[in-house]
């Protein structure tokens, strides 16, 4: 009888990787616990917003390269800023895949599947663009102040001369 139990007790268990015998289902806890931990990292931030970003579309075809996930808006684009053939990024904001797209692709659409996922496109040249001018309008600003501070001073020095 006891080698009767022991046999049933060895079929209740599993040999893992390495040899050892694991009961199924810690197995089956354990995998459990790995799929809550992969939707828990499948946190997607749209950190990007303006003119540029368009929401539930999709540029079918002309990839050049799909990353299976990517946290943000920001961190997709940025992989595209550092691809001279790339003109544009999808990202699916449900998986958090990204994907460049070359100029091959083709016209906008509302109806593929990753469209009708929420897909959010951005066109590296008109996000650049936005920054150019942002980056223009910060400088203007900068002179601004600065000149300002100086007519202040010579102001003062003026008084003082009085």
């Known amino acids: 009888r006891k080698k009767e139990k022991k046999k049933k007790n060895d079929k209740k268990k599993e040999k893992d990787g390495k040899g050892n015998k694991t009961d199924k289902k810690d197995k089956k806890k354990k995998e459990g616990e790995k799929k809550d931990e992969k939707k828990e990292r499948i946190k997607f931030k749209a950190d990007m917003e303006g003119k540029?970003?368009?929401?539930?579309?999709?540029?079918?075809?002309?990839?050049?390269?799909?990353?299976?996930?990517?946290s943000s808006l920001s961190k997709c684009f940025s992989r595209c800023s550092k691809v001279r053939k790339c003109v544009r990024i999808v990202v699916c904001p449900t998986s958090g895949k990204?994907?460049?797209?070359?100029?091959?692709?083709?016209?906008?659409?509302?109806?593929?599947?990753?469209?009708?996922?929420?897909?959010?496109?951005?066109?590296?040249?008109?996000?650049?663009?936005?920054?150019k001018k942002e980056n223009e309008k910060d400088d203007?600003?900068?002179?601004?102040?600065?000149?300002?501070?100086?007519?202040?001073?010579?102001?003062?020095?003026d008084e003082k001369d009085k």
Not at 53 to 66: E, L, M, Q
Not at 101 to 126: D, Q, V
């Open 98 to 131: 990204c994907i460049l797209k070359s100029k091959e692709h083709k016209p906008k659409s509302t109806s593929t599947k990753l469209a009708k996922s929420g897909g959010i496109s951005i066109l590296k040249l008109c996000e650049e663009r936005k920054n």
């Open 52 to 70: 540029c970003v368009k929401n539930g579309v999709d540029y079918p075809g002309g990839t050049i390269k799909t990353i299976k996930h990517t």
């Open 140 to 157: 203007e600003e900068e002179n601004k102040n600065k000149k300002k501070e100086k007519d202040d001073k010579d102001n003062e020095k």
